[in-house]
């Protein structure tokens, strides 16, 4: 789970701090940013930035994803589909 940042902290994150807040490898957002994957980044120079904030909602949004975390899409709570017929 993401820490508390204090707000004495900055509002951005480098990509080897961003991993330690999220408790990933860097190399693991260096390949996800490389996929266009997990959460967003940008460049602020030559450095690759996250917005802690971000951050943030990414994670939630990883949460809402996840059947194990929202019930409404846990398929033992869904209704069975109705079998269609196949033509002869």
């Keep these: 789970m993401p ?3 204090s707000p ?3 509002a951005f994150l480098s990509l080897p701090q961003a991993a330690s807040y ?3 490898s860097p190399n693991t957002l260096y390949v996800w940013r490389h996929r266009r994957q ?3 980044s940008f460049r602020m120079g030559r450095r690759v930035m ?3 904030t ?3 909602e990414w994670v939630r949004a990883q949460e809402l994803c996840d ?3 929202n019930p409404s899409l846990d398929p033992l709570h869904q209704k069975p589909q109705a079998r269609t017929r196949r033509a002869a």
Excluded: K, V
């Design 3 to 5: 820490q508390a940042i």
């Design 50 to 52: 996250y917005r802690i």
């Design 8 to 10: 004495n902290e900055t």
């Design 38 to 40: 997990g959460p967003p």
């Design 22 to 24: 999220l408790g990933l």
């Design 54 to 56: 971000a951050l943030d």
């Design 67 to 69: 059947s194990r975390s």
